[in-house]
T-cell receptor
């Protein structure tokens, strides 16, 4: 079954650590996205990719970086985690060939930086 | 700037009652509109979408939404709510380059 996966689901880490949030999809979608969601708030786009070797920053400024070396994989990295990075991070993908603009979301990673 | 507004932060209904969640979108000649649902600790699941055609769209789990251009609205409805419908609901609109802009969400509580 085609799906989109995120690991870890929960992460508690100390300030200054480097972390990578994983996102993989098995649907062959060309477009992938990272959103940041604070409790009770809307989702804000922080990164997106239109295909391999394509990455762009989203609307919300983020100290994180992303890479897209393979179609199915879109990891997000924080070089030095800070308490202000505490949030939920949601990964999504879509197929531009379908013309439906529907985005499929992973279950999210809840990050807590102490 | 384009925006999506969900006026109701929190709604409480009794099980079996009808439900309407409000959503207003900003200007767009041909808005592409979505409703997503997010259960606690989960990602977002698409309930329904509107691109064109019939202004009343049917979705999963018995939900429907009506597009009203004159009111810039895309309200979500369900005739009879089930306890399992308790979740956070997000309205969203496509803007340029296939990016989604979300409303702030409406938290639905269902009492037995």
């Amino acid at each position: 079954e085609a799906d989109i996966y995120q690991t870890p689901r929960y992460l508690v880490i100390g300030t200054g650590k480097k972390i990578t949030l994983e996102c993989s999809q098995t649907m062959g979608h060309d477009k992938m996205y990272w959103y940041q969601q604070d409790p009770g708030m809307e989702l804000h786009l922080i990164h997106y990719s239109y295909g391999v070797n394509s990455t762009e920053k989203g609307d919300l400024s983020s100290e994180s970086t992303v890479s897209r070396i393979r179609t199915e994989h879109f990891p997000l990295t924080l070089e030095s985690a800070r308490p202000s990075h505490t949030s939920q991070y949601l990964c999504a993908s879509s197929d531009s060939g379908q013309g439906t603009y529907e985005q499929y979301f992973g279950p999210g990673t809840r990050l807590t930086v102490t | 700037a384009q925006s999506v507004t969900q006026p109701d932060i929190h709604i409480t209904v009794s099980e079996g009652a009808s439900l309407e969640l409000r959503c207003n979108y900003s200007y767009g000649a041909t808005p592409y509109l979505f409703w997503y649902v997010q259960s606690p600790g989960q990602g977002l699941q698409l309930l329904l979408k509107y691109f064109s055609g019939d202004t009343l769209v049917q979705g999963i789990k018995g939900f429907e939404a009506e597009f009203k251009r004159s009111q810039s609205s895309f309200n979500l409805r369900k005739p009879s709510v089930h306890w399992s419908d308790a979740a956070e609901y997000f309205c969203a609109q496509i803007r340029e380059a296939d990016k989604l802009i979300f409303g702030t969400g409406t938290r639905l509580q269902v009492f037995p």
